[in-house]
């Protein structure tokens, strides 16, 4: 997934209001200090976790017992269905944590300060199509990579060429040039770090074979990294991962979740997006290659 600073962000944070403030009526925490207070929960990963045995953990949770201890607060847990926060506090809650915050709910009940924000992500389909692959292999990222492992060659093949011309001329001296004995050593040097060890040519001389020996091992590691670099060079170096936001989306069959987030973002940015009713079904319609991305909240459980 794809994370951008899309400037809608959604706030978690603590929601500290008595029932009679949903109703307009002038209320806080201070009024309500003095009783024992019932904070209302609902599970929210991983800020709000249930255990099998009914008690409460997660990152709000610990958050608000050390405020409780703070404030020598004395308050039980009520699990509450989740819905808007006006909602959850008509279910007879006095403090709700909750990670929904709109502006709608902004205007019926007080929040406390944030303490974390999470921004949009878009997620893409893992699938790679064979044009996506021909053309990475003439992208300038995968070029760079296989001429700087030429110019790592080119020393070696130098190297091992001064050292070994004059004692081993039938494989890298004798009557050949030294264009042609460096190629010769730049050859060596490509099948040792590859393992093809074709037996050509090898050194001879102590020091030849000591950087020999020196260059094997290096080549094993630049052989990982190497590997490495090219899979990511042709799996995902198209150019397509680097997506500007809001301004390519506009190009793009973008999915979001109804009322969600995302789809208020899209709809301030005038971007069109295809509707669904759940980030199950938007993630296997991208899947399927009938859309291009799903913009979600990176808060929000995503199934796997």
């Known amino acids: 997934m794809l994370k951008g ?7 978690l944070l603590f929601l500290f209001c008595s029932q009679t403030a949903v ?27 249930k255990g099998k045995n009914g008690s409460w953990d997660g990152i709000s949770i610990r958050l608000w017992r050390g405020i409780a201890e703070d404030m020598d607060l004395d308050y039980r847990f009520m699990e509450v269905e989740k819905g808007s926060p006006a909602a959850e506090l008509q279910q007879g809650a006095d403090v709700i944590l909750t990670g929904n915050v709109t502006a709608e709910a902004e205007n019926q009940v007080d ?15 893992q699938t790679t199509n064979l044009s996506d692959i ?20 080119l020393i070696v093949g130098t190297i091992i060429y001064f050292i070994e011309r004059n004692q081993n001329e039938d494989q890298f001296g004798g009557e050949r040039s030294v264009a042609k004995g ?25 020091f030849g074979r000591a950087v ?5 091992l290096v080549a094993m590691g630049v052989t990982a990294v190497l590997t490495a670099s090219l899979v990511s060079a042709v799996m ?29 973002y899209l709809n301030a940015e005038r971007v069109s997006f295809h509707s669904f009713p759940d980030i199950q079904k938007a993630l296997e319609a991208t899947n399927k290659n009938d859309i291009d991305a799903v913009l979600h909240s990176v808060l929000d459980e995503i199934p796997n």
Not at 5 to 11: A, E, P, T, V, W
Not at 32 to 48: A, D
Not at 182 to 205: L, N
Request: aromatic residues 12%; without cysteine.
């Open 212 to 216: 020999a020996l020196i260059w094997m």
């Open 182 to 206: 460096i190629g010769s050593g730049f050859w060596w040097a490509g099948v040792t770090m590859t393992t093809i060890g074709y037996g050509d040519k090898a050194p001879q001389t102590f």
């Open 236 to 264: 995902g170096g198209s150019g397509k991962n680097k997506i500007s936001v809001p301004n390519d989306l506009r190009d793009m069959k973008i999915a979001a979740v109804e009322n969600s987030p995302a789809a208020e």
């Open 111 to 125: 929040f406390s300060h944030i303490y974390h924000t999470a921004d949009l992500g878009l997620a893409k389909p």
């Open 23 to 49: 109703f307009g009526q002038q209320d806080s925490l201070t009024s309500v200090i003095n009783k024992e207070l019932v904070v209302g929960v609902y599970t929210e990963p991983p800020y709000v976790i």
């Open 134 to 153: 021909v053309k990475a292999f003439f992208s300038e990222r995968f070029w760079y990579i296989a001429g700087s492992l030429s110019i790592l060659l």
């Open 5 to 11: 600073n899309l400037g809608n962000h959604l706030i």
